[in-house]
């Protein structure tokens, strides 16, 4: 029926999409230009980007979810499996850095990732062994060997990042079942309070402990200060869609969400969700062991915790993540 609610959605969802590609071929353009990239490489990166962007939006989609789950668990994963090649075959096909060893990292990755609810029952270990195996592909640095840079200075390692986040939100959304956490990009107006609310409370704290660690050096800022405020809203979004939804769905809808519901002790989850996030940034800047950004990690986790579980929301932890990074990335360096 053309004038049904879901029609209608559908429309809205396809007219958002086509809006995000026109925003990101234009962005594609314009940094080609100022990079004096040559056509033969940044046509392909732009087409595996524009490629990746619905299949990353997807987990974000009821619809996508309810389709997956109805094809049957197999023929889901099969598809996941073969979503997480395909950006990767058009940019490296077409630039000539396909090589047999990368493609069969990427399958194994995927395969491991989108067949793990399959071959294993649901259960506290395999659930914990899943988060383990997706944060231990992302911090083994393989994406750097499996996405190469057609051009010096052009790196497309964040496909590869992008591909993990939605393919394992996907596994754990449609073939796991009952996660209890959504994977939604815009918060709604009580998430967005309280996200600043638990921000404005961990500030001063993690800002006099940034201080004490002797880790405060300024950035130089844009004499403009419209190119200031932009700065400020595109690292903003940036933070909040990628790393902050990512790093919350999985650490505090996912992890502290289970630990809370195993053990029946909501403090506990929360300190053991939040020093575990602390110990993922254990190799951040390239330094190994940074402990100086163990502690602060841990101190954001605990008011990411606090926010998740005062909304019970990935999306209230998303604003208080993106908002201290953003602080960190525009101001600091």
């Given at each position: 029926m053309?004038?049904?609610p ?83 075959l ?11 060893d ?34 231990g ?31 394992a ?62 700065s ?12 902050a ?8 809808g ?37 402990w ?42």
């Open positions: 053309p004038n049904s879901g029609h209608g959605k559908r429309a809205g969802g396809a007219g958002i999409l086509a809006a995000v590609w026109l925003v990101l071929a234009i962005a594609a353009w314009v940094y080609a230009r100022m990079r004096s990239l040559p056509a033969w490489a940044a046509v392909p990166v732009a087409a595996a980007f524009l490629i990746e962007i619905p299949f990353y939006l997807s987990p974000g989609s009821a619809a996508v979810r309810e389709w997956l789950a109805g094809l049957g668990k197999v023929r889901a994963a099969s598809i996941l499996t073969a979503a997480a090649l395909l950006p990767w058009v940019c490296s096909i077409a630039t000539a850095e396909a090589r047999v990368a493609v069969v990292l990427l399958l194994l990755v995927a395969v491991v990732v989108s067949f793990w609810y399959i071959l294993l029952p649901v259960g506290p270990a395999t659930d914990l062994l899943f988060l383990a195996a997706a944060a592909i992302y911090l083994s640095k393989v994406f750097d060997r499996i996405y190469l840079s057609p051009f010096h200075g052009l790196s497309i390692t964040v496909l590869g990042h992008l591909m993990l986040i939605r393919t939100a996907l596994a754990v959304l449609t073939l796991r079942g009952d996660a209890k956490a959504e994977y939604r990009f815009l918060p709604k107006r009580d998430e967005w309070i309280t996200g600043i609310r638990y921000f404005a409370m961990m500030f001063p704290l993690i800002a006099a402990v940034y201080w004490a660690l002797g880790l405060v050096s300024m950035r130089k800022l844009p004499a403009n200060a419209g190119l200031l405020v932009l400020i809203i595109g690292t903003f979004l940036g933070m909040l869609w990628v790393l939804l990512s790093e919350e769905f999985f650490f505090r996912l992890l502290q969400q289970w630990i809370e519901r195993w053990t029946g002790k909501p403090w506990l989850a929360l300190i053991l969700a939040s020093v575990i996030f602390g110990c993922a940034h254990l190799g951040f800047a390239h330094r190994f062991p940074n100086r950004w163990v502690i602060l990690a841990t101190i954001l986790g605990i008011f990411c915790g606090l926010a998740w579980r005062k909304s019970r929301s990935v999306q209230a932890a998303m604003v208080t993540h993106a908002l201290l990074v953003t602080v960190w990335r525009v101001f600091l360096r």
